[in-house]
């Protein structure tokens, strides 16, 4: 059912009725007052770019995007870039050109949106950020930000692994599967893992490699690492899809994961969760995707120009194995 505009002006009203477009209850297309006229609706048009679909996470992510802007009444128009910078660029421009009323997206890198984002501000279209950050320096390019504190997240995966290693003598070698480069998840998490393991020289990370997020990256790298690294005693991977990709390494190498290399990671995502409590993982911190309906919330008052926080962070978890056993029946992703 396409409704008509409820900011139709008095003369466009009377054009409709002359064309007989009320009559047929085709969508009024003029431009209205309330910001955007791209679906040609009262409804609320959010744009919102997404970084692609290389993990369980952005799964779930895009899944929980899209079911919130349905039980909001938003009318979303979703582009999936791929992983590529230039693609949201793109995506980010189109929205502009189609007037929506608000853009959203995940930058897949934290540099090189403040071109973009100052064409949006140019055009009163709104932009807030979820779940990955940028590093520009105007805080006027973006109303808000919702998601995860990644430093915290490497952090609570450091300190767990010192607690675990109080009793060692020699030396833990660690490799680090790192997350996309340049993305914010990456940088914050491996910042957060270095901060919390440094006071323990005998912690050492001995490679660490970007398997850009992804399962086929997390065992390439991770074969890489375990031809070039004799004695591997930990795996900190920045996400479940990578440790879940360097487990086949790892068992193909003849080694057991979870016993021979000890193996942390993010997320908290359905298949990590398995794979802790089947003990081929040791202890996940959790990054909930799970975002839509806080950030269909934000849409809703940054489009009546109510006051946003800065920045809505998400509640979030660490597992062990016997808490990823009792909460796995539950797990919403
Ligand atoms: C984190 C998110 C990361 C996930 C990965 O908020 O950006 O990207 O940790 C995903 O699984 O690919």
Redesign the pocket.
């Known amino acids: 059912m396409v409704h008509i505009r409820t900011t139709i002006t008095r003369r466009g009203l009377g054009a409709l009725l002359a064309a007989g477009l009320l009559a047929t209850g085709l969508s009024g297309c003029g431009n209205s007052d309330t910001g955007g006229d791209a679906g040609g609706t009262d409804k609320i048009v959010l744009g919102f770019s997404q970084?692609g679909a290389?993990?369980?996470?952005?799964t779930a992510?895009t899944n929980s995007i899209k079911e919130a802007a349905g039980a909001a009444g938003i009318e979303l128009k979703f582009d999936d870039a791929q992983q590529k910078q230039e693609n949201q660029i793109k995506a980010i421009r189109n929205f502009i050109q189609q007037k929506v009323d608000v853009i959203a997206f995940?930058p897949v890198v934290e540099s090189g949106w403040d071109t973009v984002l100052k064409e949006a501000r140019d055009a009163k279209i709104p932009v807030i950020l979820t779940?990955?950050s940028v590093d520009s320096a105007d805080k006027t390019l973006y109303q808000t930000f919702i998601?995860?504190d990644?430093v915290k997240e490497g952090r609570l995966s450091g300190e767990w692994l010192v607690e675990q290693t109080r009793s060692a003598t020699g030396p833990v070698n660690i490799v680090e599967l790192q997350?996309?480069t340049g993305?914010?998840?990456a940088n914050d998490r491996r910042k957060g893992f270095a901060e919390a393991i440094a006071a323990n020289p005998n912690l050492k990370v001995v490679a660490s490699q970007s398997g850009d997020?992804t399962r086929a990256g997390g065992k390439q790298v991770m074969e890489q690492f375990l031809k070039a690294n004799p004695k591997i005693d930990v795996l900190f991977a920045?996400?479940?899809?990578m440790g879940l990709g360097a487990l086949e390494a790892i068992t193909a190498a003849g080694k057991v994961p979870g016993k021979d290399i000890t193996i942390i990671t993010?997320?908290a995502?359905k298949d990590g969760m398995q794979a802790l409590a089947d003990g081929k993982f040791n202890f996940i911190a959790e990054?909930s995707?799970l975002l839509g309906p806080q950030l269909m919330d934000l849409v809703k008052k940054v489009h009546a120009g109510e006051s946003v926080p800065t920045r809505v962070e998400t509640e979030e978890t660490t597992f062990t194995v016997e808490q990823a056993k009792a909460a796995l029946p539950t797990r919403k992703y």
């Open positions: 970084v290389e993990s369980g996470w952005r992510n995940s779940d990955r998601g995860s990644f997350g996309t993305s914010a998840p997020f920045h996400n479940d899809d993010i997320d995502v990054c995707p």
